[in-house]
């Protein structure tokens, strides 16, 4: 049976069925974020580090933080969470490239979804910075060819991600050049109940896709705030994904 907070995502769920997430850097802010959204819809997730000690320590803090979820959250090095049937890379953007070509054996034939961005705050200016291939997620499927990489979840907060309590609703931008990478990142973001998934094309989306972070983090900086993406006008398409119910708070 299908943990109640996922059971509007139903219809995707029977699509792709990625059993267990690995992420990669997966000990900061926006991994334990994403991993407790996950695993609260009985997903497991492995938190990837440098240190596999300090992972385990951070998995076992975010399962003790909520004693009334069954969270099959652990802890681990980067090589052992790439082995995971999906794969996240949520390092800063300028580990992503470096910490990709040290796994990349073990990601060939894998979904690896890329949420960095490559931002440079400058006083209280947020800005984008354009890498060489012209994402970070362009870098990272040249650093791993045999991965499938997609790039998504670049404007949630992980503040948010990180507290059950808070309520999430948020359209997912999800980019890739390979189809199966798109309707697997879907899937997975629309898990989380309140994610709506939105197939936003190839992965040269993720130039702007990323950009644009910039712009959003600028004004969570001048509102103190943690807004995120919603896009207006698809409501009520049949051809747009449903949006996962939110659960009452
Ligand atoms: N924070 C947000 O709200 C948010 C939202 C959307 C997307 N993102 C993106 O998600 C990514 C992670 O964000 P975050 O705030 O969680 O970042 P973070 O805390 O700065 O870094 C995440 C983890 O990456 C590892 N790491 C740090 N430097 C590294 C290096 N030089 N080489 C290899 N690994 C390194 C660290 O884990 P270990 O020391 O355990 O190895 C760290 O805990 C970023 O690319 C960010 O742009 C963030």
Known sequence: MLHPRVAGARWLCAKVSPVNVGILGGTGPLGRGLALRLAATGTSV?????????????????VAAWPGETLAIDGAGNAAAAAADVVVMATPWEAAVPTMRDIAEHVAGKVVI??????????????????????????VAAAAPGALVAAAGHHLPAAVLGDLDRRLVADVLVCSD???ATATTMALVARIPGLRPLDAGGLASAAAIEAFTAVLVGLNIRYKA???LGLAGLDGNSRVPLRTEVPEL
């Open 46 to 62: 492995v938190l990837g580090s440098r240190d596999p000690e300090r992972a385990a320590v951070m998995a076992a803090e975010v």
């Open 178 to 180: 390979h189809p199966e």
């Open 114 to 139: 890329c949420v960095a961005n490559a931002l440079v705050r400058e006083g209280s200016d947020m800005l984008a910075l354009i890498p060489p291939r012209g994402s970070v997620a362009a870098s």
């Open 226 to 228: 943690h807004s995120t």
